[in-house]
């Protein structure tokens, strides 16, 4: 994986100034050019003068960058599921580490993968400065602390991806978690809004998300918290596919908690297995309400039991334990074992 380059997500809207600091112009501060998320917008000039309307319409329109620049760092988003889809089947871990926004980000994206993908705990953690307390509220100076950071990225060992978020790339706290994560080994990477960040140099690997100036100067809250949660979604998700999470473009490990949540279980079975309601229902029932095991039977004929044991070997993959079961490993969907066109049962599995 290699760094990505410099965008071109930065407003092209006219200015009153003849020539706008940019990332490359930006008088260089400790040696580096300023960072984009810091430098003043020529677009959102005379933001305050604006009516509500017109604000609203400026930040909407800065928020178009945030699409291309996440597009732009998609080839390396794609390597870094890879490496950490491995890391996880031998048993490591993904750690988030950040600060503020960043750091809210990344534990709100590992707290929803346990309802979501039926993760289990310790697999995928947030870790952000000042602790819970910053959650909610404003800790002081904790993102400055390299030290706390350097004491949470220890726990990391080899077959772990330590991941650190930062708008601007500097954030002491994500230094000293990728220093101390990649010296035990770990796979360590910084996501930032900043080509030029800093903290680059602490990890195997840097993705940039250039979003850009902000509409209020410096308030990384915007369009680079939007790009940092884009990207938390895609590779949670894409990471989450890639280990069996899924059957088809079906949540099959949902962990059913609640009325909405069993009623949805039904409805992904029916349309998983083309079974009616009362089928689908009877079948959930003698599979003691797990969805996976009863996709299973419902193509293979299996005992519930055998089912269950047969994912449970095959790390909860829909599609390995039904290709065991039948044995075969083309996807199930047809009478002589090969799919027709078509998204028909089986058609494409986790």
């Known amino acids: 994986m290699t760094s990505s380059q410099p965008g071109s997500a930065r407003p092209t809207s ?34 305050d003068d604006l009516d509500t309307l017109g604000v609203l319409k400026v930040l909407n329109a800065e928020d178009h960058a945030v699409i291309d620049a996440v597009a732009a760092a998609l080839p390396q988003l794609a390597e870094l599921v890879d490496i950490a889809a491995d890391r996880m089947r031998r048993g490591g871990r993904v750690h988030y580490f950040g600060a503020g926004t960043s750091g809210r980000l990344g534990v709100l994206d590992a707290s929803e993968l346990l309802p979501t993908f039926n993760l289990e705990p310790g697999r995928v953690i947030g870790h952000i400065a000042g602790g819970q307390a910053a959650l909610v509220n404003a800790v002081e100076n904790a993102e400055d602390s390299g030290a706390d950071g350097t004491v949470a990225g220890a726990e990391l060992g080899p077959d772990d991806v330590a991941i650190g978020i930062a708008a601007s790339g500097s954030t002491p706290y994500v230094g000293g978690a990728l220093d101390a994560a990649r ?21 195997d690997d840097h993705i940039v998300l250039d979003t850009g100036p902000e509409v209020i100067t410096g308030s990384t809250r915007l369009k680079a918290g ?12 894409a990471l989450m596919v890639a280990l069996g999470r899924t059957w088809d473009n079906l949540m099959v490990s949902v962990v059913a908690t609640n009325a909405k949540l069993r009623e949805r279980t039904v409805r992904i079975l029916r349309e998983a297995a083309d079974l009616g309601d009362a089928d689908a229902r009877a079948l959930l029932e003698s599979c003691d309400g797990d969805l996976k095991t009863a996709i299973v039977v419902s ?14 070997s095959h790390d909860g993959s829909v599609r390995a334990a039904i290709a065991e079961l039948v044995g075969t490993k083309k996807p199930v969907g047809s009478d002589d074992g090969t799919d027709s066109e078509g998204s028909g049962p089986g058609t494409v599995g986790a």
Not at 304 to 309: E, H, I, R, T, V
């Open 299 to 312: 193509f293979t004929e299996a005992a519930p039991a055998l089912a269950a044991s047969t994912l449970e």
């Open 14 to 47: 006219p200015t009153s100034e003849p020539n706008p600091p940019t990332s490359e112009t930006a008088p260089p501060a400790a040696g580096r050019p300023l960072s984009p998320t810091e430098q003043r917008n020529p677009a959102s000039s005379g933001l």
């Open 183 to 203: 010296a035990n080994g770990a796979h360590a990477v910084l996501i930032s809004n900043n080509p030029y960040a800093s903290l680059a140099e602490k990890a």
């Open 226 to 237: 939007t790009a940092q949660k884009l990207t938390l979604n895609g590779f949670s998700t």
